[in-house]
């Protein structure tokens, strides 16, 4: 009966996130009166996995079959709904990532399940099983009530703060009996990206957009992202004029960030643009023009010319770090 949740890790070592997913597992098995059972694919050490227990995992199910080092949404979706029915799991959790969108559909059509996207809310079991849930890009709220016996919730990342507790989990193998077209792709090269802070984990992030004129002016950018130890990122139009390369580009057609920090500079506010970053827990805009639409999603904003601002902030947070050590 255990809460099941899937774990992800880079190369063995496991994400900011999934420590998330689990905690969030764990708000929820605390409801239910039972435990949680993390899922982790793929090589990773007995170690790196036994630390789920800090974030409220009672047990790991491994399997430890290294095809799944890869992303194979059909073999990963064979491995948690093995899991799902060895623990009698009636509540999985996802993250609503680009893992969670191959895996966790897949998952809920085997099982039967009602599943909820973009997921913001432990359930509200007083009437139901109510979870609060992004809509229209993050626009909107919708509360949907799943009335499946399985549900299937993809969290999305760093809506809760991390709390370590007491706690080791204990590590079980599992042997999942994959089918043939289980891994129906074939990893051929993997060309990663470069850079200090990744994107997609990054709680601050310098973002630049057209009104940075050209690649030339990045180092302002990159500057300021050094000294916060940030993450950047562009819009779209800067990306498809090759000043910055296509992973930085954040929106709609884009990767979708939820940082602690998002500072925003040169960049009008775009509905499109927003749809990737207005889930961020604090946005700065720094834009010349005062009726940018960009201040109307702004926690500050800024109104001036780039080219000033940026280097003074650089300083400034230098200066403030100097003081601060
Ligand atoms: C189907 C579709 C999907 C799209 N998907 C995305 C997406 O995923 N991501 C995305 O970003 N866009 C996307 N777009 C494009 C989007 O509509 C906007 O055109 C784009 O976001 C604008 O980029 P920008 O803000 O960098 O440029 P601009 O709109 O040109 O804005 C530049 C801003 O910089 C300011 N500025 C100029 N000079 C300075 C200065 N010296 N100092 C400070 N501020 C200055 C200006 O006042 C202006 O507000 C999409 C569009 C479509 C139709």
């Known amino acids: 009966m255990s809460v099941l949740v899937l774990v992800e890790h880079t ?83 996802t993250l609503n990532d680009v893992n969670g969108r191959a895996v966790a559909p897949r998952v809920a059509v085997k099982l039967q399940a009602g599943l909820v996207a973009g997921a913001l809310s ?7 099983f109510v979870v609060k849930k992004t809509v229209f890009s993050g626009k909107a709220f919708a ?43 074939t990893v051929k090269e993997v ?24 690649p030339e002016n990045w180092g302002l950018i990159e500057d300021l992202a050094k000294e916060l130890g940030a993450a950047t990122a562009c819009s779209r139009p800067v990306a498809d004029s090759h000043w910055r390369p296509h992973h930085e580009h954040v929106g709609q057609t884009g990767g979708t960030i939820r940082p602690n920090l998002y500072i925003a500079v040169g960049i009008s506010g775009a509905i499109q643009h927003l749809a990737g970053v207005n889930g961020s827990k604090t946005i700065v805009v720094i834009n010349k023009d005062p009726e940018a639409p960009f201040f109307k999603a702004a926690t500050y904003g800024v109104v001036g010319d780039a080219m000033e601002i940026l ?15």
Not at 122 to 128: H, L, N, V
Not at 149 to 170: C, E, H, R, S, W
Not at 319 to 325: A, D, G, L, S, T
Request: aromatic content about 6%; cysteine-free.
């Open 11 to 93: 190369e063995g070592t496991i994400k900011k996130k999934s420590f998330e997913a689990v905690q969030y597992a764990a708000g929820i098995a605390k409801q239910q009166n039972t435990s949680v059972t993390a899922l982790v694919l793929g090589t990773v050490a007995d170690g790196e996995m036994t630390a789920l227990g800090q974030y409220g995992a009672q047990k790991v199910l491994h399997v430890a079959d290294a095809r799944l080092n890869e992303l194979h949404g059909r073999a990963y979706a064979a491995a948690v709904t093995a899991a799902a029915q060895k623990e009698g799991s009636k509540v999985i959790v």
């Open 122 to 128: 432990y359930p509200d079991t007083e009437k139901g």
């Open 143 to 185: 509360f949907v009530d799943v009335t499946s016996p399985v549900k299937v919730i993809m969290l999305m990342p760093n809506t809760f703060q991390l709390q370590k507790v007491d706690g080791t989990a204990t590590v079980e193998k599992l042997d999942v009996a994959f089918g043939d077209k289980a891994f129906g792709v």
């Open 311 to 325: 280097p003074r902030l650089t300083t400034a947070v230098k200066k403030f770090k100097e003081n601060h050590k």
């Open 191 to 214: 060309n990663k990206v470069k850079g200090e802070v990744p994107l997609a984990e990054a709680e601050l992030v310098v973002s630049g957009g057209r009104g940075m004129k050209g």
